[in-house]
């Protein structure tokens, strides 16, 4: 049970936790922020697109959950945002048949991707920023973090 504990508005969720704010303060925060975004909170995902290319390619399963794991991670940076979802999905795919060395159906994979009346410098830029975001997650270390933390307040400190 909520309960306000001191002058300050902290609000005791239980023992060890407590918020400085009540829920309407919240609320009016984000009424705020949605007014800052002229309410344009609408985001299109790639998922019905790659369902939309596979009808015409008809990927492998295994192909088709990579693209869609692919998509998944996507959401772990800030370029669904960036990007239109046609772009990421068709992104996903590539990455998804370099990683499995699969087939696109009949068609040939060099050729459908030429086809395709999409910006390949687009495309090549997703599949960079994935290839980059795969290799954090590779080379994190919770052992470095401490050290990396403090450099980076180093840093801050130097260009202040």
């Not at 046609?86 to 499995?100: E, G, K, Q, T």
């Not at 459908?112 to 687009?122: G, M, R, S, Y």
Request: hydrophobic residues 45%; negative net charge.
């Amino acid at each position: 049970m909520l309960t306000e504990t001191n002058a300050f508005n902290f609000i005791e969720v239980s023992a060890d936790i407590k918020f400085q704010y009540e829920i309407p303060d919240i609320a009016e925060c984000e009424s705020y922020l949605l007014e800052e975004m002229k309410f344009y909170l609408v985001v299109y995902h790639p998922y019905q697109v790659l369902i939309d290319l596979n009808e015409h390619i008809k990927l492998p399963k295994p192909s088709l959950q990579a693209a869609w794991s692919i998509i998944n991670d996507s959401y772990c940076t800030d370029m669904i945002l960036v990007y239109p979802p046609h772009v990421i999905a068709v992104a996903s795919l590539f990455l998804s048949r370099v990683i499995d060395q699969g087939i696109l159906g009949d068609l040939d994979a060099q050729q459908w991707f030429a086809d395709l009346n999409v910006d390949i410098t687009d495309i090549l830029q997703v599949v960079n920023d994935m290839i980059e975001l795969y290799h954090k997650w590779n080379s994190y270390s919770e052992d470095k973090m401490p050290e990396l933390v403090q450099k980076y307040i180093a840093d801050l400190a130097a260009t202040a």
